[in-house]
């Protein structure tokens, strides 16, 4: 069992900046780690992904050119959101998948959740 905990949400006006963190409890069967965001009424959306242990990252179209996500160690992962649009608004949660040919960008694939992480951004 992996445990998430996502960190670093908060509101912000457009434009601004925020830097979500994931700490995991042990990533030594992930293979993936990944953010996702889900707005109210909308389905849950890939924002960005690590292939953990190879550090390949992918990006959802949203999202190219305005965040990053980045591996710092074993059980540490971050997003760094730029120039935040009120589209951006969502609960932000970090997920890990154990599957060697998991799909990056689906959620199906992801066996471990965060609790999610609130990012408000207000024009």
């Known amino acids: 069992q992996v445990a998430l905990v996502e960190s670093g949400g908060g509101s912000v006006q457009a434009g601004a900046s925020l830097r979500l963190s994931c700490t995991a409890s042990?990533?030594?069967?992930?293979?993936?780690m990944s953010w996702f965001r889900q707005a109210p009424g909308k389905e849950r959306e890939f924002v960005g992904g690590?292939?953990?242990?190879?550090?390949?990252m992918y990006y959802g179209d949203s999202v190219k050119g305005r965040f990053t996500i980045s591996k710092f160690n074993e059980n540490l992962m971050y997003l760094q959101m730029n120039s935040l649009k009120p589209e951006d608004t969502a609960v932000y949660y970090c997920?890990?998948?154990?599957?060697?040919?998991?799909?990056?960008?689906?959620?199906?694939?992801?066996?471990?959740w965060g609790q999610g992480t609130q990012v408000t951004v207000s024009s």
């Open positions: 690590i292939r953990w242990s190879r550090e390949i």
């Open positions: 042990d990533t030594f069967s992930i293979y993936y």
């Open positions: 997920a890990a998948s154990p599957i060697w040919s998991a799909s990056v960008s689906s959620t199906t694939d992801y066996h471990y």
